[in-house]
């Protein structure tokens, strides 16, 4: 009796054509495979890849954008060395109204806030938020660069 064997994987056969469908089978398929395989993970690293630098200049743009000095730094440093306190409370959209107006240039205002200072805005009598206090003088209400313009002398 004659036996065939697989070279691959070494099982036996009993007959040349037995042997001949093992391999095309087992052996042939996984050949043929592995190529796609490769090019389906080169696909997938290339878009990963194509990902992370697209997410990295992103990163990058917005870290970039942050170092830049804001559009009214200079005017709010000048309302603060005025003496100017605006007194409010973050939860209060007009609060947020009008300090969102100098974007990241907000950060230069002397701002108290009315919910951790209760005690300072009841003694300035502040009833409306935002309330500016210029000059001894208290004005309610989001107020425009111009008018903050005219009472400070700051230039915008």
Request: include cysteine.
């Amino acid at each position: 009796m004659n036996e065939f064997e697989c070279k691959i994987c070494n099982k036996k056969f009993e007959t040349k054509e037995s042997l001949g469908q093992h391999i095309k089978d087992k052996h042939e398929n996984k050949e043929e495979k592995e190529p796609n395989k490769i090019k389906k993970n080169t696909k997938k690293y290339f878009l990963l890849g194509i990902f992370l630098i697209v997410i990295i200049l992103l990163i990058a743009t917005f870290y970039v954008k942050s170092l830049r000095p804001g559009k009214y730094d200079d005017f709010a440093k000048c309302l603060t060395e005025k003496g100017a306190i605006m007194y409010g409370n973050d939860f209060c959209s007009y609060t947020t109204q009008q300090r969102n107006g100098f974007g990241k240039s907000q950060k230069y205002l002397n701002y108290v806030k009315c919910f951790d200072n209760e005690d300072l805005c009841n003694s300035k009598q502040v009833k409306i938020t935002p309330t500016w206090e210029i000059n001894n003088e208290m004005y309610e209400g989001v107020q425009g660069f111009e008018k903050l313009v005219a009472l400070t002398g700051c230039g915008v």
